[in-house]
């Protein structure tokens, strides 16, 4: 619309819809734009989604479909395909999946994918659990109750709902419950090491792989993200990413030497490099 055709649409409006006409063009034009620091440099095919969105004014305005999650990278494997299904049911060392797969849980909040992920893992342990404030006649290991016996001076709900957890915060945290615990920092494993904890860990169904990793270099949408791996498949050499934000991806095959890219990237707080959290019953 040219500006002479605007001002004449403007002049037939009332007061109040000039008004709110207004409001409307003004908030449009103050919309965010990504700061520059949050594009990568991944080869176009990488970031072309594998779902066309419903219409081209959605991919534009939203980058996903009308009536869903983020499309999932070509790179990755969904779990729901066929292709997905063969490499859980095929792999050897996919029994972190089954325990974790009943606990699953999409984290409260865009800042709460340590405590998600956390939580899943302590309930999948089958260890003691605490009362629940969310579940009275049930002992449960929640997010809501997370923070109950963690020292607030290493995490704390109203701090972690702005900000999420580090590697070692979460660690740390952790520590608070009857678990054992085992933190690296990505920067101090070569990719075959950080294959063999995958690989050993995720054989097993009383351990578990928290990841903490940076969404981009897998291809996705985003920052800094924690969720579990479940899984580990030796033939694609890829790992299975239970996401816990499902209100953006589902669960993923991610090609391993992209996960350890992920966790090499630098945390902006801790000034160190992401990496893994593995947690498993106590030895008696």
Known sequence: MSRYSLMRAVGRLSQPEWIVAFVAAALAACAPVPPASSQVAVPPAVIQPAVQPASRADAQATGRPADG?????????????????????????????????????????????????????????????????????????????????????????ARVSHEGMTLDQLSTALNAFPVDVRKYHAADLSLGQFRDLVRATTGHSDRFVLLNFRRVEIGETGGGHWSPLAAYDSASDSALLLDVARYKYPAVWVPLAQLYAGALALDSVSGLSRGIVIIGKRPN
């Not at 899943?120 to 449960?140: C, H, K, V, W």
Request: aromatic share 12%.
């Open 69 to 157: 999650p983020l499309p999932v990278p070509p790179n990755l494997v969904a779990l729901a395909q066929p292709a997905g299904q063969k490499r859980l049911t095929s792999s050897a060392s996919n029994q972190s999946y089954w325990p974790l797969s009943q606990y699953f849980e999409t984290q409260r909040n865009e800042a709460y994918c340590s405590v998600a992920t956390s939580v899943m893992a302590l309930n999948a342990l089958g260890i003691r659990r605490p009362e629940s404030t969310q579940y009275p006649d049930f002992p449960f290991f929640s997010q809501e109750d997370f923070f109950h016996g963690i020292d607030p001076q290493v995490a704390n709900a």
